[in-house]
């Protein structure tokens, strides 16, 4: 018996080197050499663009599948193509540069795919809602572009436009494709918005992402250091922490809708500090709600006093506050309120937080454990359903791996520079275990 199990995993390894060796094969003798990146077909002012170096990608993986990590059968078995199994035909080229981008063109918004063709036919043959999908080629390029359901005939005429202008374009000087990361965020922003021209990096080598970036702030981002109180971070609980120093308008508008409809009004947030330790499914007046667990410290631009905050609250609301010992209570969560300040606020769970005062430059920053975001509590069947859902499970687990993760943000001038590692178990490799969970998730 032990003599077969060691036959079929030598079968299942075998069929699994064959696989990764034609891909090999392909991107080694098929993907053409190119000077430059498909990215300068796209024109500069469409709003986001992301390049994905697929060959960089692949090779990547399979250096870490076939020489630095040992798949169990199960691992092993994900890669297999499924008998029978039928894909999408896109005529798409996987091994050669990929680029995704977005676009709003008059409040209407599109989505869009450029890469290099390996098959002109399959791609014509490319069924497509017709309705909301543009599609364009040439010999060598595809260019597939998603509207909005509703969106109206000049949106359409606007992309079908730019999708013949970027099949169109002629590559321009600019960074060789070799040269480039893995995958690269651009974006061009507005004059009036917070943050422009950000261009991210991102880069995996074995157990490790590396994120590097700059984006210029506008005029009135640019700010001094300021005094603000920290709170003390757990010692025995797991956390995801979140700093800001400049919560952007859009958020800011976004943020201010919301607590109106709680009858609540309040300055502009100059900064803020939040400590995230998972969420609470439960019911609240016979309605499903999803509460954060987690501990706030708000840092206003003007004073602010919370007491009176709170007996301004919608009536609807009011009766869910304790006002003598300062909580409210939702569901099953009891959030505490505190006066940190004159102009600083503390909103959490936690009914007797630690501060201490910092000196802080403006930044932002998220570190700590991200699995925590994905850590659900609760009573009832709902809870117990969600945590069961493949996306819940498999994203937890994956998160789960990860033991370091620090993206850190700093103005420097008028610019803002990112730096950022999130590290997963030594013994893992980053390349695989993404695989892994990504076949996992869509298979």
Known sequence: MKKYKRVYKFAIALLLLVNLWIIIGIISFTAETKSFSNKSLVPEEVDFVMTINSKKLIKELLVDVLFNTELDKSSAELF??????????????????????????????????????????DFDRYQSSEEHTIKNSNSKYGVIINLDEGSPGKARSH???????????????????????????????????????????????????????????????????????????????????????????????????????????????KSMQILVYGVTIGEINGSMAVLPNLDCVLRLDDKIQIDSLMKDLNPYYRDLVNFEKQHITLG??????????????????????????????????????????????????????????????????????????????????????????????EEKFMTVEIAKYGLLLFN
């Open 159 to 269: 992309y079908t436009n730019l999708a013949n202008r970027i099949i169109n374009s002629e590559k321009k000087d600019g960074q060789a494709a070799h040269a480039q990361p893995m995958l690269n965020l651009a974006y061009r922003g507005e004059g009036d918005q917070y943050l422009n021209d950000l261009s991210l990096n991102l880069n995996i080598e074995k157990e490790t992402i590396f994120i590097e970036g700059k984006g210029k702030l506008k005029d009135s981002a640019i700010a001094q250091s300021f005094i603000q109180n920290a709170l003390h971070l757990p010692i025995s609980e797991k956390y995801f922490q979140l700093q800001t120093s400049e919560i952007p308008e859009d958020a800011m508008k976004y943020l201010t809708n919301f607590l109106s409809k709680l009858g609540v009004t309040i300055p502009h947030i």
């Open 332 to 425: 099953d969560v009891v959030y505490h309120y505190t006066q940190v300040s004159e102009n600083e606020i503390h909103i959490g769970v936690t009914e007797k937080p630690k501060y201490t005062a910092k000196e802080i430059k403006p930044h932002y920053s998220m570190n700590g454990y991200p699995s925590t975001i994905l850590e659900i509590e609760g009573k009832g069947f709902i809870a117990g359903f969600i945590k069961m859902m493949p996306p819940v499970k498999l994203s937890k687990q994956f998160l789960e791996e990860v033991e370091h993760f620090n993206i850190h943000a700093e103005q420097a001038g008028d610019s803002l520079e990112i730096k950022g590692e999130i590290s997963i178990r």
């Open 80 to 121: 297999i193509p499924k008998e029978g199994e039928v894909t999408n035909r896109l005529g798409a080229d996987i091994t050669s540069e990929v680029v995704v981008f977005y676009d709003n063109w008059q409040g209407n918004s599109a989505q869009g795919l450029l890469f290099n063709l390996s098959n002109q036919a």
